[in-house]
């Protein structure tokens, strides 16, 4: 599935919203970005980056079944 992000003038965001939700969430799915998504995603941004700069400790868990 790929991801958009789109900025939507406050007259037209209703009409939109109606539109997108004629879609099954298989096909669409509406992803709100609120505050807490957006520092949940700053947080992995940087964690990613502290990773791959090789600055952050990674432990890898292994389970077996």
């Known amino acids: 599935m790929q991801t ?3 900025r939507v003038n406050d ?3 209703s ?6 939700k004629k879609f099954n969430q298989e ?6 970005e609120n505050n807490e998504y957006l520092s949940v ?11 791959e700069s ?6 890898r868990i292994w ?3």
Not at 27 to 32: G, L, P, R
Not at 41 to 51: I, R
Not at 54 to 59: A, F, I, R, T
Request: net charge negative; aromatic share 14%.
């Open 4 to 6: 958009i992000r789109l």
């Open 41 to 51: 995603q700053k947080y992995l941004e940087n964690e990613l980056l502290e990773m």
């Open 11 to 13: 007259n037209n965001f």
């Open 54 to 59: 090789g600055n952050l400790l990674v432990w």
């Open 27 to 32: 096909e669409i799915q509406v992803i709100n």
């Open 15 to 20: 009409n939109l919203m109606w539109f997108l």
């Open 63 to 65: 389970m077996s079944t």
